[in-house]
């Protein structure tokens, strides 16, 4: 199984900027699929960004050209980098890895952003 660990939230006036890091360990090996999720009070949890092994990304519309997922396999963690960050952003943010057969999350972290 994979054990995945998220840091980086806090509290950010809007325009700041957060980056979020989800370090995994375990059995990485398999893993092809790295999201990022987020969820606000009352809402239901949507998904934000995508990176496969391979480096192909994808993101939900509202945060194209402000977020960036990137990994670095090297150090088994992928980031989450938010500029220009808007009030509407704040939520949990948790990060799923998936490796074809299994999908583990981690237990997220919290991001405010204050007008």
């Known amino acids: 199984q994979v054990q995945l660990v998220e840091s980086g939230g806090g509290s950010v006036q809007a325009g700041g900027s957060l980056r979020l890091s989800c370090v995994a360990s375990?059995?990485?090996?398999?893993?092809?699929?790295m999201r990022w999720y987020r969820q606000a009070p009352g809402k239901e949890r949507e998904q934000v960004a995508t990176i496969t092994s391979g480096g192909s990304t994808n993101y939900l519309s509202s945060v194209k050209g402000r977020f960036t997922i990137s990994r670095d396999n090297a150090k088994n963690t992928a980031f989450l980098q938010m500029n220009s960050l808007k009030p509407e952003d704040s939520g949990v943010y948790s990060c799923?890895?998936?490796?074809?057969?299994?999908?583990?999350w981690g237990h997220g972290t919290q991001v405010t952003v204050y007008s």
């Open positions: 799923k890895a998936e490796d074809g057969i299994f999908v583990s």
């Open positions: 375990g059995s990485i090996f398999g893993i092809n699929v």
